[in-house]
């Protein structure tokens, strides 16, 4: 294990395992966790600002009295950096060459250039601290003999080894396993889950149901023939809905466990009580208007809802100070009691991914929260938005489900539902919207889930055709 070879990485694995469980065992105050925040700030603008090319000229303003006195509010008065900040910056955004990482990770970029992600041995201590501190409890329940497996979308992800290092943290054995991958495919897949057996399993939703739509062609019952007991989910949009027909299908508890990104890492991460929470010893969060940029008040549920704005609270390869991640997401205090001193997270969609129905803006999460929420059993799904003569838009659902069961109560009740909350009827089909649902991961929800009749004409998106071309690929 390289984390106890290093002794400057043993080290902080043992420092950070002492103060995350103060933490999370609830012996910090308020003002104990602002002074940490604040510390790790300046830190990570003073060092920043020294070692990132990008950074340097980004924040060149910043003398190293200003960074000294700087309050946690302040942060509001430095610039954002975007991905498109990203895209551009290349190799100039990392505060350390790639020589001094110990692995290097990219995006995918299928929609437009990779950025680079390597990651040093403090970047993923500090994640993966995070993890196991908050999947300890997920996994307890199920005893100490687990066999886990990880399901990733590429060998540039960090899928497999920061899920690795958690589960080898926990005591628990490991099996990789990418079904996409033309050494693996689905068949072998399967085939090592019931041979082992796999008793959890991450992957992403779209993986989940892709598994268990073959072990049904392939004349197994994903609930008789296999052992798994949790399924940690993540990777794309998951609505309740969707989590819940999940679990379902495989007899299994399903947790949406993880909301992170290749580039800022561990954002929030799921608790025993099934909550996605914030890790605010690694991270400092902003929710944003995502037209005007501003800070957004809480509303009168306490909830704030909009863009999400992160800044590493670490030194590593590549902090980044208020990226703006394009994600929509709800943001709440859960108050005294929580699994976990640490603000509830909901990512509900990409700022681009939101439709306009009928005059209502709806983001993906809620969308599919709405249709899907009547049925359970399904093996995948996706939506198609068209508009008729009058310029009404209306829904059409396809599932992939056995037509052999009476859906007519759960189609009429998802009908009034979507009457009732977007003013828009809803048609349910039957049928296999084949490989392009599996590339959410990969791409975008809404190039995925979405069949947007109302912009023929206006041309395809970057989006669209890279989810065409990745399933165009998968059978």
């Known amino acids: 294990m390289f984390t106890q070879y290093d002794p400057g990485a043993a080290g902080l694995t043992d420092e950070l395992r002492k103060t995350f469980d103060e933490?999370?065992?609830?012996?910090?105050?308020?003002?104990?966790?602002?002074?940490?925040?604040?510390?790790?700030?300046?830190?990570?603008?003073?060092?920043?600002?020294?070692?990132?090319?990008?950074?340097?000229?980004?924040?060149?303003?910043?003398?190293?009295?200003?960074?000294?006195?700087?309050?946690?509010?302040?942060?509001?008065?430095?610039?954002?950096?975007?991905?498109?900040?990203?895209?551009?910056?290349?190799?100039?955004?990392?505060?350390?060459?790639?020589?001094?990482?110990w692995t290097f990770y990219e995006t995918t970029g299928t929609t437009g250039k990779p950025t680079p992600c390597p990651r040093t041995n403090g970047d993923s201590i500090h994640n993966n601290t995070v993890l196991t501190a908050y999947y300890r409890d997920i996994f307890a329940p199920h005893g100490e003999h687990q066999v886990i497996g990880i399901s990733g979308p590429t060998e540039l992800h960090a899928t497999g080894d920061t899920f690795g290092d958690v589960c080898r943290n926990l005591g628990h054995a490991v099996a990789k396993m990418w079904p996409h991958s033309p050494v693996i495919g689905f068949d072998r897949a399967l085939e090592v889950m019931r041979l082992l057996p796999i008793t959890s399993l991450f992957c992403t939703p779209g993986m989940a149901l892709r598994l268990a739509k073959k072990a049904i062609e392939a004349g197994l019952d994903p609930q008789r023939d296999f052992s798994l007991d949790v399924l940690m989910l993540t990777g794309e949009l998951m609505s309740p809905s969707l989590r819940e027909n999940i679990g379902a299908l495989w007899g299994a508890e399903a947790y949406n466990c993880l909301y992170a990104s290749q580039e800022a890492s561990v954002l929030a991460a799921a608790t025993a009580d099934g909550t996605l929470r914030t890790a605010p010893l690694i991270n400092l969060y902003e929710v944003i208007d995502p037209a005007t940029g501003e800070p957004v008040p809480p509303g009168p549920?306490?909830?704030?809802?909009?863009?999400?704005?992160?800044?590493?609270?670490?030194?590593?390869?590549?902090?980044?100070?208020?990226?703006?991640?394009?994600?929509?997401?709800?943001?709440?205090?859960?108050?005294?009691?929580?699994?976990?001193?640490?603000?509830?997270?909901?990512?509900?969609?990409?700022?681009?991914?939101?439709?306009?129905?009928?005059?209502?803006?709806?983001?993906?999460?809620?969308?599919?929260?709405?249709?899907?929420?009547?049925?359970?059993?399904?093996?995948?799904?996706?939506?198609?938005?068209?508009?008729?003569?009058?310029?009404?838009?209306?829904?059409?659902?396809?599932?992939?489900?056995?037509?052999?069961?009476?859906?007519?109560?759960?189609?009429?009740?998802?009908?009034?539902?979507?009457?009732?909350?977007?003013?828009?009827?809803?048609?349910?089909?039957?049928?296999?919207?084949?490989?392009?649902?599996s590339t959410g991961a990969m791409v975008s929800w809404k190039a995925a889930r979405v069949v947007d009749l109302r912009e023929a004409g206006t041309g395809a998106s970057v989006e669209s055709h890279s989810a065409e071309r990745i399933a165009a690929g998968r059978v």
């Open 23 to 101: 933490f999370g065992r609830g012996k910090w105050s308020a003002d104990d966790l602002a002074a940490y925040r604040t510390d790790k700030l300046r830190e990570v603008l003073a060092y920043v600002r020294t070692n990132s090319p990008f950074y340097r000229a980004r924040l060149a303003d910043l003398s190293e009295a200003t960074i000294a006195g700087l309050g946690l509010d302040d942060i509001q008065n430095l610039p954002f950096t975007t991905k498109q900040d990203l895209q551009q910056a290349q190799f100039d955004i990392l505060s350390l060459p790639v020589s001094e990482a």
């Open 301 to 437: 549920d306490g909830v704030y809802y909009g863009e999400l704005v992160i800044t590493n609270l670490y030194t590593g390869a590549k902090p980044l100070v208020r990226y703006r991640t394009g994600d929509m997401v709800r943001m709440t205090d859960p108050g005294p009691g929580a699994a976990v001193p640490a603000l509830s997270l909901e990512p509900v969609g990409r700022v681009r991914d939101r439709l306009q129905l009928n005059g209502h803006l709806v983001n993906g999460y809620d969308l599919e929260n709405l249709l899907l929420r009547r049925f359970r059993g399904y093996l995948d799904y996706q939506i198609t938005v068209t508009r008729d003569e009058k310029g009404t838009d209306l829904l059409s659902l396809t599932l992939h489900a056995d037509q052999d069961r009476s859906w007519s109560d759960a189609i009429k009740r998802a009908a009034v539902d979507c009457r009732e909350e977007l003013d828009t009827t809803l048609s349910v089909t039957f049928g296999d919207p084949g490989p392009i649902t």
